[in-house]
Structures are given as C-alpha cells and as structure tokens.
C-alpha cells in the first residue's frame, strides 16, 4: 500500500507543435495538468457533462424511435447541440405553462376583461381583493369605492377603485396580482406554449433514434471536452507555449526522452512541502477495496500515508465483532460461494472478493470465539464448546475486549502519522499519543486482573512520558513560551482520547444485541413448538426463518455503519488529519496507452 510519488513537470515548445504535444499526452493519459494563471479550473470541463445530459435527456423520453445503426448518417456533436438545446427549451416552455396556469387560476374568477387605459380611468386604478363573507363589514366601513363582481360559497370578489392602492389597515385582506393580461390573452398563450411543447417533444422523439450511436460515442465527446479544456490551461505567449502537470515519477524518464525527439523544453523536479500534490494511490488487487473504503469518506492528502489495508482489515474486524455469530458468518459464506463466480465477472466484483471474502473468514473465526450459532451455544464438552473463548454473558470481559481494540486501532493511528513524518522529531507528538493511550490500556488492565498488577505502574509511567512528549512537541518550531502554551493546549485532546476508545464499546453492544436477539427469536420459536402441538412446528420454523433474516440483516447494516464509522471518525481523526484530492489523469477514455 503507498501513495504513488509525483513529479512536477514543465514541458514548452513553439505554438505550432501545440495540439501535437496536447494530442500525445492525451494518448499517453500519464500525468494531470496544472491550469496556469490564478484562477484554477477542473481538468473535467463542462462539455462532458452536458454530453451526458444530453444522453440522459434523450433515454428519458417516454416515446422511443427504431435505433439507426449506420454510423455514416451520425454527426455526434450536432446530435448532442440539439438535444441540449431542446432540453433548453422543453425546461423554458414548462415554467412558462406553470405560471400561465397560476395566472388563468388568480383572474377566472374576475371574468375575461381587458383593462382600460389610465386615461379613460381619469387616472384611477383596479385593485383586487379576495374577501372572506364574514371580513365583508370591514369593506363597506372602509369609506373606499368599491364593487362585488362575483360571489361564491367562500369570498366576494372585491375590486377597489383608487387612484393609489388603498393602505393596508383599509383592508381585512392583501391584494391579489392578476397580472396586465386579459383572460382571453392568457388562454391564447397557454395554447400557443403547449402547442410549441408538443412540437418540441416530437424534435425530442425524433432525435431518440440516435441514442444508441450517441452512447457508443460519448467517450469521444468527453474526450474532445477534456482535450479543449486542456488547451486553455496552458501558458501562451506566440510564439511559444507551456504547460505544467503532474507526473507519476516513473512516467518521467518516458516523457523526458519523448521531448527530447520531438523537439520540446522539458523540466521536472520534485514537489516543495508548501504545494499540494493530487493524491495517486495503488495498491494490490487483494487490498484494492480498502481504497473504496477509504474514498467512502475523505482522501488522503499526498504528504500523509496511505490507509487502504489498515482500514480493509479493520473493517472486516469490526464487522465480526458485530455479526458475532458463526451461523450468520456460514450463510454469508454460501452466499459469497455462490456468487464468486459472478463477480469475477465484472472488474468491481473482482475488486470486492477478497474483502467479501475477509470479512466472512472474520466473521467465523470471531463467532466461533463467542460460542454463537444461530444464537445458540453448544455444549462444554463438544468441540465448538472446547473452541470458545469469550464468554458474552461477561460483560466484564467483552467491554474489555471492546476497549482493547479501540485502544490498538487509535494507538496504530498515531504510530502511522509518526511514521510518514519527514523529520522524526515531528512525529514525537503523534509517539506521545500513541504512549498515553498504550499505556491507558496497561494501566486498565493492572487495574482489573490481579495476576499482572504489576502493570499499573508501567502503563502510569507510559502515560506520563506521552504526555510530556505531547507538551514538548505538538509544536516544536515555534519559540519556547509558544510551544509551551500549545503544548499544554494539546493536552485538551485527553478527553477526545478518552471518548475514542469508549466509543469502539458499540462494538460489544451491538454484537450483544445481535446474540440476544437471535436467543429471543430461538425462545419465542420454542414457546410456538411446544405450546401448538399440531401446527406448531411450521409457526416455529416462520418465526426462526423470519427472525433470523432479519436479525441477519440488521447486523450487517450494523456492520457497515458502524465498521466504516469507527475507521473514519476515530481512526482518521488521530491517523489521517490532512485531506487531498484524487489524481485526476488527462486520458483518453478509449484507447489511453496509461492505466
């Protein structure tokens, strides 16, 4: 597991081997540009998303042609101008209807009137109202002119001539806006926007034809998106040019002889701790998962360390100690049996076998630990009996469990962010942590099992000397008084340290409910069998299929909430405190010679 390391690359020629160059790189798909100038833009551009949308748009039409297949009568790039441009209009036409049919709703019940001008008024004008019966009084002693042009069960439809609009108090109600338009000019208008939709949508239906090449062609429209993107985000001045990008520092000998038989200016060097490489990450295909993982939730900056493996066996971990049942981990494992074959078939079921497969060899191996199958508990005396040894009705002993984990996982946390420190004496903070919270675990353990008591004042002076460290180096280049004070600041973590460790206890908690449930619903199958002679047994056997379902289901939601939870909150939290962002290569979708 690493964190590929990146070269910062410049490469200049003359304005004519432009496109040449932006063309070659394109093909090669090694590196990712750096957009010059202040205003930094996203290498992905904006016309490969509309190129989706417009396919999108296209595919969501009710009405579908017969496909066309002859890619001789196929112009993709006018295909995708009508479409968007169509979605435009359907979009534009739709909000118009909406609001004509608010506008004919507010003026039906004034009647179809135009209104006069201001000077056939004498200057005075219409002012609507709504008025309830019961608000009526209020009208009349208002000393407004005014007239009912309409009654119903509800209101009075009331208009007020005024020269301005009456003052609020004068009215039990606000005034309604019906707009300039007359009913009948709303009315002509409604039909001539839903005439033009119709219209529109036949365009629309018409283009649908074309889906099936538009689709086989969308990377080549991305790809000319990202290929005219690239080429604003390089540095002209004719009549030379030059581009900057991101390397994987393997690919750099490759690009260094590559302009030097074409004829262009070519730099590298490594990057500076005050820039902000994109993040790379490879690792092998049994821990590519952990990536996802991962990904789930943050990615790691380029100067941190890559936490793909760490988190893929801590999942599975996690995952166990809250199925806690070996009957539950088998049927996982037929499940996964049956379907290996399927995911080899897909490159992202490839990618999630050895993780399925982890997480149900955890499971087993943790169950048959606790001594639960299908929430039953074999004899003493038979094997898996003899193969238990965490007993659940110990609390004791489970919260221990529990706490020791949380424990190791933060401690390995602050080991890690020490150990991808450049300067040793950086990491001090993160080895003091990593003491404290060690020697907690050693103090806890003198402290609850009398046979190695002798622990308590090993794992005390643990916690001490971590402490000290932290005072001393949380942050060591500032001048004395000042890490002094942020030192002591740093000790504030104590009780985030603390509250880290008691949060992995919802591992115990939830294994626990997960083997009293499964008992409960072996009770309640039980009471059924015994209780209901004849039809008993086939009442149990619903109840255990049911309840164990569901049971089944509930424990492995738990396990992923949770299991991904404990690895990006309190994992990251002391492990992975700086984010990044992915590396966004500059490749062609199809035929790119990089992988």
């Known amino acids: 597991m690493s964190i590929v390391p990146l070269d910062r690359v410049t490469l200049a020629g003359l304005s004519h081997d432009k496109d040449r160059l932006l063309d070659d790189l394109h093909e090669r798909g090694c590196l990712e540009l750096i957009p010059f100038g202040d205003e930094l833009k996203e290498s992905t551009g904006g016309a490969s998303s509309e190129a989706r949308d417009a396919l999108k748009f296209l595919l969501s039409c009710p009405h579908r042609r017969r496909q066309v297949t002859d890619e001789s009568r196929f112009d993709v790039e006018a295909v995708e ?73 509800r209101f009075c439809y009331v208009v007020v001539v005024s020269p301005t609009e009456p003052e609020r108090e004068s009215m039990p109600v606000p005034r309604v806006h019906i707009g300039a338009r007359s009913l009948r000019e709303l009315d002509q208008r409604l039909e001539d926007v839903e005439l033009a939709l119709e219209d529109t949508q036949a365009e629309r239906e018409s283009l649908t034809r074309w889906c099936l ?84 939730y943050m990615t790691p900056g380029y100067w ?28 996982l494992g037929l499940g996964l049996l049956f379907g290996w074959r399927k995911l080899g078939t897909s490159q992202s079921g490839r990618r999630y076998r050895p993780l399925l497969a982890l997480i149900v060899l955890a499971s087993l191996i943790y169950g048959i630990l606790v ?77 609850a099992i009398p046979a190695v008591e002798w622990l308590k004042p090993v794992g005390g002076g643990a916690v001490v000397l971590g402490l000290l460290l932290v005072v001393g180096f949380t942050a060591r280049h500032e001048k004395p008084l000042k890490r002094l004070l942020f030192g002591l600041l740093g000790l504030t973590k104590v009780s985030g340290a603390f509250g880290d460790v008691l949060s992995y206890l919802r591992l115990f908690a939830l294994g626990l409910a997960s083997a009293s449930l499964a008992m409960a619903f072996n009770d309640m199958a039980a009471d059924i069998r015994s209780g209901m002679p004849r039809i008993g047994l086939l009442l149990a056997l619903l109840v255990l299929a049911f309840g164990h379902s569901l049971n089944l289901l509930l424990g492995v939601s738990s396990g992923v909430i949770h299991g991904l939870r404990l690895n990006v909150i309190e994992f990251f939290n002391w492990g992975l405190k700086d984010e990044g962002r992915s590396f966004r290569p500059f490749r062609r979708r199809e035929g790119s010679l990089w992988q």
Not at 389 to 413: E, I, K, P, Q, Y
């Open 304 to 331: 941190t360390w890559d936490p793909s493996a760490t988190v893929l066996v801590s999942f599975a971990i996690f995952f166990a100690m809250i199925l806690a049942d070996a009957g539950y981990a088998a049927v």
């Open 81 to 153: 101008q009508q479409a968007l441009e169509l979605e435009k209009q359907i979009h534009t036409l739709e909000a118009e209807r909406d609001d004509l049919l608010l506008r004919i709703a507010a003026a039906r019940p004034w009647g179809d009137f135009e209104f006069p001008s201001l000077k056939e008024l004498g200057d005075l004008r219409l002012w609507f109202y709504v008025v309830p019966h019961q608000d009526m009084p209020d009208v009349e002693a208002s000393g407004l002119t005014w007239d009912v042009v309409r009654r119903d069960h």
């Open 213 to 296: 090449l538009f689709a086989r062609n969308l990377d080549r429209l991305e790809d000319a998106a990202a290929r005219a993107d690239a080429a604003r985000q390089t540095c002209d001045n004719d009549p030379a040019f030059a581009l900057q990008a991101w390397v994987p520092r393997e690919h750099v000998a490759e690009l260094a002889d590559y302009a030097a038989k074409n004829g262009f200016v070519f730099d590298s060097r490594r990057p500076t701790e005050d820039e902000s490489p994109p993040t790379l990450v490879r690792n092998a295909p049994r821990t590519s998962a952990g990536e996802d993982l991962v990904n789930f």
């Open 371 to 447: 001594g639960s199958y299908f929430g039953v508990t074999p004899p003493q005396d038979s094997l898996p009996g003899r193969l238990q040894l965490l007993d659940f009705n110990n609390s004791a002993l489970m919260m221990g469990v529990a706490v020791l984990v949380g424990g190791l996982h933060v401690l390995l946390a602050n080991v890690m962010d020490a150990r991808r420190r450049v300067d040793w004496r950086d990491g001090l903070a993160s080895i003091g942590w990593a003491c404290a919270v060690g020697g907690g675990l050693l103090f806890g353990a003198g402290a």
